[in-house]
């Protein structure tokens, strides 16, 4: 499979090259330039298969030729010993979890294909990288778990000073480990704009093999569109009907890597969302992508420290503008309906759901008259652990969930014995110490 850049329909590279240098000098984002039909892989999949042969399988089918089959299946392999979980909630309605990673949280899966896609590259360039992250609480203690043990990959994390999560004292570059957390005196913004300035001089960041480990590489985001293969290979003897998919857009990943799956042959018939800013719906009801009334010349780049992939969603409908509003259903919702929907999950079905959850199920109910033709289901997406969101939960609903002991040890606040930093001079000087 070949990629190419949402503003650049000439530019073509491999998979390998995508992933090492992910942010196009155009200023756009890699997305697939060539139509898969994985029919014979997802088609043949059934309760038994694993969330890593699945991801093992469509990566050898992505990239077959860059990759042997056997790499394919040893990436996924060491990739995901844990995998999603597909709950039948009543008859037509059903729940993806993408939490029962190490931290609870949805990006475990992003994080843990990507770097070991990013080892094996390294691997056979002989060669090295680093990361270059602005970190969330989740986000840090998600790449230091997933970096021990490799050895082509080091990774400089930003963060507000006191906001350091889930590391070890053996994690840390100063003590043989690969990963240097960075305190910032100032806020997240602080934080993105030292790490925009680092990716805005190519020079630099290329010299130092810089990458990002958010789905503004597409090897972060490829591997969402694993999440719907699996659920249709659990489902696909359960629905007799349409299958639509309900979540929250986020910065719109998942519902791209849902597209991606549809167009590589996976039966799905569309994707129930709140509206947002930037996705929404017009007069007469149908979806609208308002961005895509600016020329790219007018846009900024992408950014790399917190992207959305609204333009690879315009990408995948740019040919069909009709299908676009045939496909994705945006609902306006208000945080009442919002917070009745999780009231409604917790006193229907037992469940404790966060705010995002919560709007999925709503705008799945209020788009129950397209989901129920022909036999038709629904699959909630449910991204994080309800206890990454228990203060929200305890609010709406009274009841406050517990987080497990696995993700309590994962996200445990971390210490670090170096003073903060406030300057981009600083941090070049630390990615040059980290990267060489």
Same mark, same amino acid.
């Given at each position: 499979?070949? $990629?190419?850049?949402?503003?650049?329909?000439?530019?073509?590279?491999?998979?390998?090259?995508?992933?090492?240098?992910?942010?196009?000098?155009?200023?756009?984002?890699?997305?697939?330039?060539?139509?898969?039909?994985?029919?014979?892989?997802?088609?043949?999949?059934?309760?038994?298969?694993? *969330?890593?042969? =699945?991801?093992?399988?469509?990566?050898?089918? *992505?990239?077959?030729?860059?990759?042997?089959?056997?790499?394919?299946?040893?990436?996924?392999?060491?990739?995901?010993?844990?995998?999603?979980?597909?709950?039948?909630?009543?008859?037509?309605?059903?729940?993806?979890? +993408?939490?029962?990673?190490?931290?609870?949280? %949805?990006?475990?899966?992003?994080? @843990?294909?990507?770097?070991?896609?990013?080892?094996?590259?390294?691997? !056979?360039?002989?060669?090295?990288?680093?990361?270059?992250? #602005?970190?969330?609480?989740?986000?840090?203690?998600?790449?230091?778990?997933?970096?021990?043990?490799?050895?082509?990959?080091?990774?400089?994390? #930003?963060?507000?000073?006191?906001?350091? /999560?889930?590391?070890?004292?053996?994690?840390?570059?100063?003590?043989?480990?690969?990963?240097?957390?960075?305190?910032?005196?100032?806020?997240?913004?602080?934080?993105?704009?030292?790490?925009?300035?680092?990716?805005?001089?190519?020079?630099?960041?290329?010299?130092?093999?810089?990458?990002?480990?958010?789905?503004?590489?597409?090897? &972060?985001?490829?591997?969402?569109?694993?999440?719907?293969?699996?659920?249709?290979?659990?489902?696909?003897?359960? #629905?007799?009907?349409?299958? /639509?998919?309900?979540?929250?857009?986020?910065?719109?990943?998942?519902?791209?890597?849902?597209?991606?799956?549809?167009?590589?042959?996976?039966? +799905?018939?569309?994707? $129930?969302?709140?509206?947002?800013?930037?996705?929404?719906?017009?007069?007469?009801?149908?979806?609208? #992508?308002?961005?895509?009334?600016?020329?790219?010349?007018?846009?900024?780049?992408?950014?790399?420290?917190?992207?959305?992939?609204?333009?690879?969603?315009?990408?995948? $409908?740019?040919?069909?503008?009709?299908? !676009?509003?045939?496909? =994705? /259903?945006?609902?306006?919702?208000?945080?009442?309906?919002?917070?009745? @929907?999780?009231?409604?999950?917790?006193?229907?079905?037992?469940?404790?759901?966060?705010?995002?959850?919560?709007?999925?199920?709503?705008?799945?109910?209020?788009?129950?008259?397209?989901?129920?033709?022909?036999?038709?289901?629904?699959?909630?997406?449910?991204?994080? %652990?309800?206890?990454?969101?228990?203060?929200?939960? &305890?609010?709406?609903?009274?009841?406050?969930?517990? !987080?497990?002991?696995?993700?309590?040890?994962?996200?445990?606040?971390?210490?670090?014995?170096?003073?903060?930093?406030?300057?981009?001079?600083?941090?070049?000087?630390?990615?040059?110490?980290?990267?060489?």
């Amino acid at each position: 499979m070949r $990629f190419t850049s949402t503003r650049n329909k000439a530019l073509s590279v491999g998979f390998a090259e995508a992933v090492l240098h992910c942010m196009p000098k155009d200023g756009g984002l890699y997305v697939p330039s060539d139509t898969e039909d994985l029919r014979r892989w997802i088609l043949y999949t059934d309760k038994t298969t694993s *969330f890593a042969s =699945v991801a093992g399988a469509l990566t050898s089918a *992505f990239i077959k030729d860059e990759f042997s089959p056997i790499i394919c299946e040893t990436i996924a392999t060491k990739a995901f010993p844990f995998e999603p979980a597909v709950r039948r909630l009543d008859d037509a309605l059903f729940m993806l979890e +993408l939490f029962h990673g190490p931290s609870g949280c %949805h990006r475990d899966f992003g994080i @843990a294909y990507l770097t070991a896609c990013l080892e094996t590259i390294l691997q !056979m360039r002989d060669s090295s990288a680093t990361i270059l992250a #602005v970190t969330r609480r989740e986000t840090g203690a998600v790449l230091a778990h997933e970096l021990r043990g490799k050895k082509r990959i080091k990774a400089v994390v #930003v963060c507000p000073k006191g906001s350091v /999560y889930g590391m070890q004292e053996s994690d840390y570059c100063w003590n043989g480990g690969n990963i240097y957390p960075v305190e910032i005196e100032g806020t997240e913004d602080d934080c993105r704009n030292l790490v925009r300035a680092i990716f805005a001089d190519r020079d630099f960041s290329e010299a130092k093999r810089l990458t990002v480990a958010n789905t503004a590489n597409i090897g &972060r985001l490829l591997p969402q569109a694993f999440f719907y293969p699996f659920a249709f290979s659990r489902l696909k003897d359960e #629905v007799p009907g349409d299958m /639509y998919y309900a979540l929250a857009p986020g910065n719109y990943s998942n519902i791209v890597a849902g597209l991606y799956s549809w167009r590589f042959a996976l039966p +799905l018939n569309g994707f $129930f969302i709140p509206a947002a800013d930037a996705l929404t719906v017009d007069a007469a009801g149908d979806c609208i #992508v308002l961005d895509s009334v600016v020329p790219y010349a007018d846009r900024r780049p992408a950014d790399p420290t917190d992207p959305s992939n609204i333009e690879r969603l315009e990408e995948v $409908f740019s040919a069909n503008k009709l299908m !676009m509003r045939n496909f =994705v /259903y945006p609902v306006k919702l208000t945080d009442a309906v919002t917070d009745d @929907a999780v009231k409604e999950l917790f006193v229907k079905y037992g469940i404790l759901a966060d705010r995002h959850t919560g709007r999925a199920y709503a705008a799945a109910k209020l788009k129950a008259d397209i989901s129920a033709e022909d036999g038709g289901a629904v699959v909630i997406v449910a991204r994080d %652990h309800p206890c990454l969101s228990a203060d929200y939960i &305890r609010q709406t609903t009274g009841e406050a969930p517990k !987080m497990p002991e696995r993700i309590a040890s994962v996200l445990k606040i971390s210490r670090i014995a170096r003073a903060a930093i406030s300057s981009e001079a600083e941090l070049r000087a630390i990615i040059s110490e980290v990267a060489g």
